[in-house]
């Protein structure tokens, strides 16, 4: 069982929805990722999140907006989509960062219509 | 030129091979490294940190050269349950960890 859980696990949404991705981490620790991993591309860094304050974006599209309201919960808010949008979609936590191990969720599932 | 490179394979071995991965980074700044592993329709796991001493875990030795920037995974005696994507990971000095490709295992009985 993952100290890392992420909601929700299968996600279908069409290009003029609005939904969300939550993650919440149980692990004590102070810093939150956003991973974003396509089919045959390595795992793409999002967003990072360091004692609830963002650290980074990389360079992330408006339509993907996150929110970490405390150190343990982090979302991921998703409007106006596009079908190359649709991957696996990892939360992940650690200690502190810069990071040395990272714990994973087990990942949303994100197919756009 | 991408930060972490790996071999994307793959590897079909039979069990009991000894097998051999590759990664290499870009970034001679890089500070911390370490081997995940992805079974299908996972999330990645940490399998081992990366030492500059080299470093060994049962079946596993991971091996680091600064000098050349490049890290190496061994895995003697493959069993079934090593089929999985294998990730190379640095740290970089940036805020978060940058994953290789990966490089996919398939041990066959």
């Known amino acids: 069982e993952t100290g890392v859980t992420q909601t929700p696990r299968h996600l279908v949404m069409g290009m003029t929805n609005k939904k969300s991705l939550k993650c919440e981490q149980h692990?004590?620790?102070?810093?939150m990722y956003w991973y974003k991993q396509s089919a045959k591309k390595p795992l793409e860094l999002m967003f990072v999140?360091?004692?609830?304050?963002?650290?980074e974006n990389n360079s992330v599209p408006s339509r993907f907006s996150p929110e970490c309201p405390n150190s343990s919960h982090l979302f991921l808010h998703l409007h106006t989509l596009q079908p190359e949008d649709s991957a696996l979609y990892l939360c992940?936590?650690?200690?502190?960062?810069?990071?040395?191990?990272?714990?994973f969720g087990e990942g949303s599932w994100l197919t756009v219509v | 030129r991408k930060e972490v490179e790996q071999d994307p394979g793959p590897f079909n071995v039979p069990e009991g091979a000894t097998v051999a991965f590759n990664c290499t980074y870009s970034?001679?700044?890089?500070?911390?490294f370490f081997w995940y592993r992805q079974d299908c329709r996972k999330e990645p796991k940490l399998l081992m940190s990366?030492?500059?001493s080299g470093n060994e875990d049962g079946r596993f030795t991971a091996q680091l050269n600064r000098a050349s920037q490049y890290i190496s995974l061994l895995i003697r005696d493959s069993k079934l349950s090593d089929s999985a994507t294998y990730l190379c990971?640095?740290?970089?000095?940036?805020?978060?960890?940058?994953f290789g490709s990966g490089t996919r295992l398939q041990v066959q009985p």
């Open positions: 992940a936590s650690s200690r502190q960062g810069p990071p040395g191990t990272i714990y």
């Open positions: 692990l004590g620790h102070n810093a």
């Open positions: 999140y360091n004692f609830k304050e963002q650290t």
């Open positions: 970034n001679s700044a890089s500070q911390s």
């Open positions: 990366v030492y500059s």
């Open positions: 990971v640095v740290n970089t000095g940036r805020r978060a960890l940058t």
